[in-house]
């Protein structure tokens, strides 16, 4: 699924993990034009990533995400948690995990590339700036970067 050129038409399969309605928003209509837009799924918390990923309970039927942004400062189990329990799933840890920061702390990035983050995205208080910063998030992840083989668990 994902070798296919970034041309080819195939859409993308992104789990946005984001508890602010707000910042979600922006993520949802920065995309709204790409490959992404129809593959979006959007929860607002980590126990939901958690379940998303695993496909336990409500999201028993999701798709495997092929990519995860992730909101590391969420309430209850945080970013960093669910990075960390990702990252000790065999079956998951193969899925890139973009973090998205509003903290300018040295210490967070550090702290998510150290659990195996692929890139840390620091968002934007303007609307505008962080847009763009998603739509070439976009770009890279669609036209850039190879993903993993999603091994037929889509």
Not at 89 to 98: C, E, F, M, S, T
Request: with cysteine.
């Amino acid at each position: 699924m994902n070798d296919a050129p970034p041309d080819s038409g195939e859409t993308l399969t992104l789990l946005l993990v984001e508890d602010n309605p707000g910042d979600a928003r922006l993520v949802e209509e920065a995309l709204s034009d790409g490959r992404i837009a129809d593959s979006l799924h959007v929860v607002s918390t980590g126990d939901e990533a958690l379940a998303f990923v695993a496909r336990r309970g409500e999201y028993a039927d999701a798709p495997r995400p092929d990519l995860i942004l992730l909101d590391w400062n969420l309430p209850g189990t945080s970013g960093e948690k669910v990075l960390e329990e990702l990252g000790d799933d065999p079956a998951v840890n193969h899925i890139p995990v973009v973090v998205l920061t509003g903290s300018q702390a040295e210490t967070d990035v550090v702290a998510a590339y150290s659990n195996h983050a692929n890139a840390c995205i620091t968002k934007s208080g303007d609307p505008d700036a962080y847009n763009e910063t998603i739509r070439a998030f976009e770009e890279f992840w669609l036209s850039v970067a190879q993903l993993p083989a999603a091994d037929g668990d889509t």
